[in-house]
């Protein structure tokens, strides 16, 4: 089979790929460009074949499995605000239901307690639980279990 004609599988494959996001495709469309090698050095079609095999497969089992695994991993670093969850913090201003104000990694934010019925007291330390807008919503450390 002529080198082009793997080519055109393989690009076939990638753009398939690109819209099914199965990972399978895409190693499809490599072990097509290999073919593609073989041809263009001019092995014959078994050699073609078998060397379409050899990388499907071994795509198969061992990139893909892989691949999925580092795929499906939540990142490692949080960013923006939502790096500020889980930090503690020092109430600055009583901290209430709808009001309040903590120092939080070294500047001020407006806060307000999770439990509607809590009363912070300046001086606590609190847990940021999560960020809604500029308002950080936190629960103090002494309550937690």
Same mark, same amino acid.
């Given at each position: 089979?002529?080198? =082009?004609?793997? %080519?055109?599988?393989?690009?076939?494959?990638?753009? *398939?790929? =690109? =819209?099914? %996001?199965?990972?399978?495709? &895409?190693?499809? #469309?490599?072990?097509?460009?290999? #073919? *593609?090698?073989?041809?263009?050095?001019?092995?014959?079609?078994?050699?073609?074949?078998?060397?379409?095999?050899?990388?499907?497969?071994?795509?198969?089992?061992?990139? $893909?499995? +892989? #691949?999925?695994?580092?795929?499906? $991993?939540q990142?490692?670093?949080?960013? &923006?605000?939502? *790096?500020? /969850?889980?930090? $503690? #913090?020092? +109430?600055?201003?009583?901290?209430?239901?709808t $009001?309040?104000? /903590?120092?939080? !990694?070294?500047?001020?934010? !407006?806060?307000?307690?999770?439990?509607?019925? %809590?009363?912070?007291?300046?001086?606590a330390?609190?847990? +940021?639980?999560?960020?809604?807008?500029?308002?950080?919503?936190?629960?103090?450390?002494?309550? %937690?279990?």
């Amino acid at each position: 089979m002529p080198w =082009f004609v793997w %080519l055109l599988a393989a690009a076939v494959l990638g753009v *398939a790929e =690109f =819209f099914t %996001l199965t990972l399978v495709l &895409g190693l499809l #469309a490599g072990a097509a460009l290999v #073919a *593609a090698v073989v041809a263009g050095v001019g092995v014959g079609l078994l050699g073609q074949l078998v060397a379409l095999g050899v990388v499907a497969a071994a795509g198969l089992v061992v990139v $893909r499995p +892989v #691949a999925l695994r580092h795929r499906e $991993r939540q990142p490692l670093v949080r960013e &923006g605000s939502d *790096a500020l /969850i889980g930090k $503690r #913090a020092e +109430v600055v201003q009583e901290v209430t239901a709808t $009001r309040g104000l /903590i120092k939080l !990694s070294g500047e001020e934010w !407006s806060a307000r307690a999770l439990d509607e019925s %809590l009363v912070i007291p300046v001086g606590a330390l609190v847990d +940021v639980m999560e960020i809604e807008g500029a308002t950080a919503v936190v629960y103090p450390r002494a309550l %937690l279990p």
